[in-house]
């Protein structure tokens, strides 16, 4: 259990005194260190501070549920088709292990949850990815529920809020996790037929086949500071152009100064803005 | 040790020489070994039409990453009676790893596209070795709506490893480029038909795979990431790429039951490149006759048929029951 909890957090370091003291470490006042500044911050504060670094504004990684509380009205979440679960039809070596040591990691079914909300007082239908969950990649019940989400919108004229992590399509369940992306783009095409509103919101990390489908199809693109953005991983990329990679490569700044998203939003100013955009499109179901 | 060729054929042909040579022998010293010779070489022959049955995933993968294997071009000439190729993005460029175009097949026009390797490594270089940039990708974008303007079916040749992992290509978002095509393909009122003529790799070759029928021939791959990705980025072992290819499911035996791929097109022995005429036949039958079957139909049933096609792709388990 102590290991889980090492290894789930993997930016927090808690001193040796208080693990002497034998007291399970969620209940001890702890100082996590900011892996981009280097201060001591107490974790109550940084909760309070959205997750994010008081010294340097680093934005640390945020679990799908704290997110969600994060970003929608007090108590209007309602979870949308939350009993669906991948299983192994390749008979590929190792998925289960995977999908068992995701759900633990993650304490969640699936790299999403999906379901209804509303931010300041809007109605929406809102999607938070987990990378704690096998790299939150896209297998067919990501597909799914994505789809789901869509059609729900869809179905109830409420705008769509994608908050998007990944590592790509799952590799685990070959051509059918990569046939991911033609279906959630598909559904999407629908979805703006509609003339509704979709923002998708790229969390660290958005990449592969997750970005290169659902996730960049919103009619306004928001990225979190420093989050890795990109369809190639630059580890991937480096290797095969022999090159080091220019400063800042595939951050969210990075993709702001070429175009490639709306607007750059620290944490704690997401809800505000997102609620400022769903009143600039009158709720976002008027087209 | 991995394979890193595919060096059947050079076996085989060493063994025709032996046969030749004993052939000379048995004119030489005058011994008539015709019988012996004949039954050597219908072994040959049916050893080697048992090996190209039998193919390896990873083997496939090395043959049609063969040079020699036809190319988009070789196709469109071969399918055309007159064909235009165009140009450019009208955004940044042309890029010469996907070609596009209008061309005449008996008498119907087409709007068609592909990934474009090279056949020499200067035309390789100049191809990308096939590896598009968005620019690419923004090309058959337009082609694509200029086809449905002018009500003209699509047909896109698959056959590429991958979108190009590099700089140039991440700045000027090759993620947003592949998607805009995935949604725009799903949704483009005229047919399309695709087929994957070599190697399909990921996301880059998805882009232009979604398609009302996707054809698929018999020695071509298709994969979510190459075999050598998969391999070190779970396993961290490039030497279990052989299996990491098998288990990854990517033939196209594998992927029509799948049903993901619609139709297999036979390759003649030895592969595509072996003999290209007749390779180029068999996809022209397949492509007419998927054409001929969709262009009888109303449209709007083919695009509800292609979306369902697309929303139920997927598996897994919801109320403790395996779907579909």
């Known amino acids: 259990m102590i290991r889980n909890t090492f290894g789930k957090k993997r930016y927090f370091s808690i001193s040796k005194s208080a693990e002497a003291a034998g007291k399970k470490p969620d209940e001890i006042p702890r100082k996590i260190a900011c892996p981009s500044c280097s201060s001591l911050i107490w974790e109550t504060e940084l909760v309070k501070n959205y997750r994010v670094c008081p010294k340097c504004t680093y934005h640390f990684p945020v679990g799908a549920w704290e997110r969600l509380n994060l970003l929608v009205d007090p108590n209007s979440f309602a979870e949308l088709d939350s009993d669906l679960y991948s299983c192994n039809f390749l008979d590929f070596p190792g998925y289960e292990e995977k999908l068992v040591a995701g759900e633990e990691k993650s304490g969640l079914r699936e790299a999403i949850i999906t379901g209804y909300a509303s931010i300041a007082g809007y109605k929406v239908v809102l999607g938070i990815m987990e990378p704690s969950f096998m790299m939150a990649s896209m297998g067919s019940v990501v597909g799914e529920k994505v789809s789901r989400a869509v059609e729900h919108a869809i179905k109830n004229r409420f705008p769509l809020i994608m908050c998007t992590a990944s590592g790509g399509a799952r590799m685990q369940e070959g051509m059918v996790g990569l046939m991911q992306m033609a279906k959630t783009s598909a559904v999407l095409s629908r979805f703006h037929r509609n003339s509704l509103l979709y923002i998708s919101i790229f969390t660290h990390p958005t990449t592969g086949g997750v970005l290169a489908s659902f996730a960049s199809l919103a009619d306004i693109i928001i990225a979190e500071p420093g989050a890795l953005v990109g369809f190639t991983g630059p580890r991937v990329i480096s290797q095969t152009i022999g090159q080091k990679l220019p400063e800042n490569f595939q951050r969210s700044e990075f993709l702001l100064e070429h175009g490639m998203v709306d607007l750059v939003v620290q944490r704690s100013q997401l809800h505000s803005t997102i609620a400022s955009l769903l009143r600039l499109h009158q709720g976002g179901n008027n087209g | ?324």
């Open chain 2, 1 to 324: 040790m991995v394979k890193r060729q595919f060096d059947y054929e050079k076996k085989y042909q060493e063994l025709q020489e032996k046969v030749k040579e004993l052939r000379e022998m048995s004119k030489t010293f005058n011994i008539d070994l015709s019988g012996e010779i004949k039954s050597l070489e219908a072994r040959m022959e049916s050893l080697r039409e048992e090996k190209y049955k039998n193919l390896s995933p990873w083997e496939k993968i090395l043959l049609v990453r063969n040079p020699e294997r036809p190319t988009s071009y070789d196709y469109i000439k071969f399918f055309c009676d007159e064909w235009i190729e165009l140009h450019g993005d009208r955004l940044y460029g042309d890029d010469r790893a996907i070609i596009g175009g209008i061309g005449i097949l008996e008498g119907q026009p087409l709007t068609i596209v592909g990934h474009q390797r090279g056949k020499d490594t200067k035309d390789n270089l100049l191809r990308n070795f096939g590896m598009p940039h968005p620019e690419g990708y923004r090309k058959v974008y337009r082609l694509l709506l200029q086809a449905e303007k002018f009500n003209r079916p699509v047909v896109t040749l698959v056959d590429t490893q991958g979108a190009y992992p590099g700089i140039g290509a991440e700045e000027r978002g090759q993620a947003w480029s592949i998607s805009q095509l995935l949604m725009t393909l799903a949704k483009i009122k005229v047919p399309v038909v695709s087929i994957v003529t070599g190697e399909g790799g990921s996301g880059g070759a998805l882009a232009l795979a979604v398609a009302d029928r996707l054809l698929m021939l018999s020695n071509a791959v298709f994969s979510i990431a190459s075999a050598e990705a998969c391999a070190s980025i779970l396993w961290k072992d490039l030497q279990r790429v052989e299996e990491m290819a098998e288990a990854m499911k990517i033939t196209a035996f594998d992927l029509h039951k799948l049903k993901i791929v619609d139709e297999i097109i036979e390759e003649p022995l030895g592969g595509a490149h072996k003999d290209f005429e007749t390779t180029a036949n068999n996809i022209k039958v397949s492509l007419k006759k998927a054409l001929a079957e969709l262009l009888s139909r109303d449209i709007d049933e083919i695009l509800e048929e292609r979306y369902n096609k697309f929303r139920n792709v997927g598996r897994f388990v919801e109320n403790g029951s395996e779907k579909p």
